[in-house]
């Protein structure tokens, strides 16, 4: 998709689960010179950096000591950072997730917001932490509730948009049956019920947050 992973400037870990830590240690790598200069940054869960209940950890010693800083987040905690000369804020958001420890985001940067819900399900003041984003990512994953917790779907995905009220949405980490059945026919049902903008994320897509064009 012609981008250069070496051009990294933050990675983000949001949990300790296997699709979403799975390639991290490969992109520390990829923000690290030949010679072994630390220059990459991480924000992640404390499962992530520091281990979970069991002691597992998402990220091996070797690679963490490959990066310049390494965060944990904490909900509500903001994280100020400096993005090519930019300042950025990172606001990581509660989530109600298997991993305790994980976190959605707000990254606040050049005049605009962009919201990231992470894995999570809809709960009681979820909808307040993407207020005024311009661009809302949400891993809704089914198109409906399957009585397995953990996950938003359709229903609620509609609800918090309704309330959070982005500019766009965006519905990504869709799961194989939704895949199967048409994620942009999903998305325009989305859309009509809440009334928000909503896209199907797709392979490659980029986004201007300034002036929300897609090119796919």
């Known amino acids: 998709f012609g981008q250069d992973v070496r051009s990294i400037d933050l990675i983000i870990v949001t949990h300790n689960h296997i699709d979403h830590v ?33 002691g597992d950890k998402g990220i091996s010693s070797y690679h963490l000591g490959r990066l ?22 990172l606001t990581p958001t509660k989530v109600k997730h298997e991993d305790e420890t994980g976190f959605g985001f707000v990254l606040q940067m050049d005049g605009k917001k962009v919201g990231y819900t992470s894995d999570t399900e809809y709960f009681k003041g979820i909808s307040q932490q993407y207020a005024g984003c311009d661009v809302l ?7 409906e509730d399957d009585g397995i917790p953990g996950h938003l779907h359709s229903k609620t995905t509609i609800r918090l948009l309704s309330e959070a009220r982005p500019k766009l949405a965006v519905l990504s980490h869709l799961g194989m049956r939704l895949l199967k059945t048409g994620p942009e026919a999903e998305a325009k049902k989305i859309e009509k019920a809440s009334g928000v903008r909503t896209i199907s994320a797709t392979d490659g897509m980029r986004i201007n947050v300034s002036s929300l064009k897609i090119r796919r």
């Open 137 to 143: 990512i949400a891993n809704s994953l089914k198109s």
């Open 22 to 54: 799975n390639d991290a240690g490969l992109l520390i790598e990829a923000t690290s010179d030949y010679e072994g200069k630390k220059k990459g940054r991480l924000v992640g869960s404390a499962s992530v950096l520091l281990g979970d209940k069991k």
């Open 68 to 89: 310049k800083r390494a965060k944990v987040a904490q909900p509500g905690k903001r994280i100020t950072l400096e993005i090519r000369g930019k300042k950025a804020v």
